[in-house]
């Protein structure tokens, strides 16, 4: 028989992945491509390299994504991956769209324009989709969409203020500006599930953590 979380599994898969985003907050907020944000320094070139960047990681996670549905089959994760694989659906269309807009050169082939460091994230996120719980899936996304959207809300107002950048551009970044919290309390909604099943919290804890040094290598290879 399945059983509803309580209140109190709640509110525990909440301040869990919470305190997770806390943890690695530095990753995508404090890196040398938004200090350099900040300081109002990014030029055409950096800009493009974050634009053909997401568009390689975009590539190369969305069959993982749907293999996670699949192994989840039935299941309230399985919706949630689904959801997850339209949004980054959508999110491809767009970024293709800014990098036309652009003049951005994209990769036509992994290794042809980008250095190895940028594939350290989307091998991650594919080691997870065929290996990782689907709470721990989960989780790694709450992470993932959280601190891309924080990311986001730094690097909208710059990319506005930046002399002749295409509106695509722009609208691609600011469309994480707003906190996506129906997709955020869907995977909580995940975890909680399971928790309620007897699944052990900290399984998925110790899983997503180790999205730390994957997601410092997105950002390391945006400033490349």
Known sequence: ????????????????????????????????????????????????????????TLDGVTAPIGLAAARFRNTPAMDFMLDIGRMVSVDRTNIRASAVAYGTALEEYP???????????????????????????????????????????????????????PHEVVEYFASYEERPDEVLDAALDVIAHGVAQGYELQRAVDTARLMGDYLATFWRAAGQ
């Open 1 to 56: 028989m399945t059983s509803n979380p309580t209140d109190v599994q709640i509110t525990a898969v909440r301040s869990a992945a919470d305190r997770l985003v806390d943890r690695l907050r530095h990753t995508a907020t404090d890196n040398d491509y938004v200090a350099k944000a900040r300081a109002g320094e990014l030029t055409g070139d950096d800009i493009a390299a974050l634009v053909r960047l997401e568009n390689a």
């Open 111 to 165: 290794g042809q324009r980008l250095d190895p460091v940028a594939y350290g994230y989307t091998g991650f996120i594919n080691w997870a989709c065929v290996h990782a719980d689907a709470e721990a899936m989960a989780l790694i996304a709450y992470v993932d969409i959280t601190l891309w959207h924080e990311a986001c809300v730094i690097l909208t107002p710059v990319l506005r203020k930046h002399p002749g950048l």
